[in-house]
């Protein structure tokens, strides 16, 4: 797709940090194979529009028949959206679903009312050395939708909006932002994009959305004549018009945002809700095991094992 004029920065950068209402710096953990960089929830911010939960997963480097293993485990009350970098996994779910995902591409899960899925490293990939390289997110359901039935959509890397001219390359991953539209159905709106900025290149965020975030993924950016460093989230203040420019290396970048929810979300372990009573009886369905009858099932192909409840 040709450049879109509203990615110009016409309007000036922020002229004092002031219009960063938040900085978060993830904190790291390793998670046996590879290290995970967590920027939501934090200490300083919980969420960002509907975005309840950010990591950063990688980047590794997995041996021949080494990769990731994430056991069966269920959700309720969100969407996960998973990007990649690099590398693969291969997603199967309660639904039946069992879909691979590659670089440039989205992975849309809706939990809804309960969900179960894996992700795992596929078989034909163990086969070599591979890496892994992405960012996975939790967009929490408008209270309205947290019951919906679960679903499932996977869209590739031709179908997602991709704009690029003036040392800017953007793919819109989810909603609405620059002019541009993706295909996959939200809740509520929002926008989340992957940003790559040559040296110098400066782009603006969109104003049409309440709240707005960047996640330095590499490089580093500068605002309001302050620098930016990869592993870092920037929470600006509604209203204000920011750009943003890349540092002398280019910089990759995740923005996100949209509007705020009618209140706040509980999270626990993989659960998200706009009450706990709602997270005590999905605490107790899991537990129960019933697959058969149950709230939650397995997926149909990877239904050997699961995560207990905590």
């Known amino acids: 797709m040709s450049w879109n004029p509203a990615l ?3 309007y ?3 002229t004092t940090l002031d219009a ?3 900085i978060v710096v993830p904190r790291a953990r390793d998670i046996g194979d590879f290290e995970v960089r967590r920027a939501l929830p934090s200490a300083q911010r919980k969420m960002v529009g509907p975005f309840v939960f950010f990591d950063q997963m990688g980047p590794a480097e997995f041996l021949t028949d080494q990769g990731i293993d994430v056991r069966p485990h269920p959700h309720i009350g969100l969407a996960t959206v998973t990007y990649l970098y690099q590398g693969e996994f291969q997603h199967r779910d309660s639904l039946g679903t069992n879909q691979m995902i590659y670089p440039g591409e989205v992975n849309w899960m809706i939990a809804g009312n309960g969900v179960t899925h894996s992700e795992r490293t596929s078989a034909k990939t163990r086969q070599n050395p591979s890496s892994l390289f992405g960012i996975q997110t939790w967009v929490a359901l408008p209270e309205e939708h947290e019951e919906t039935d679960a679903g499932f959509e996977h869209h590739s890397e031709g179908a997602l909006p991709f704009l690029e001219g003036e040392g800017k390359q953007v793919r819109l991953i989810l909603g609405t932002a620059w002019g ?3 295909p996959v159905q939200t809740f509520s709106e929002m926008f989340y ?6 040296p110098g290149a400066a782009i603006p965020l969109p104003q049409e959305h309440e709240d707005r975030g960047l996640y330095v993924t590499s490089g580093s950016i500068e605002v309001a004549g302050d620098v930016f460093e990869a592993g870092q989230m920037m929470v600006f203040r509604p209203g204000d018009a920011i750009s943003v420019k890349a540092g002398p290396a280019g910089a990759r970048l995740m923005a996100l945002g949209g509007e705020t929810l009618n209140g706040p979300r509980h999270i626990w372990w993989n659960f998200v809700a706009s009450s706990r009573d709602k997270i005590e009886a999905a605490k107790v369905a ?3 095991g019933d697959w058969a009858h ?3 099932q397995l997926p149909p192909d990877d239904k050997d094992e699961f995560i207990p409840l905590p």
């Open 8 to 10: 110009e920065p016409h």
């Open 12 to 14: 000036p950068d922020a």
């Open 20 to 22: 960063i209402d938040t």
């Open 180 to 182: 541009e539209r993706a």
């Open 193 to 198: 994009a992957d940003v790559v900025l040559d």
């Open 286 to 288: 899991w537990a129960a």
């Open 294 to 296: 149950g709230r939650f």
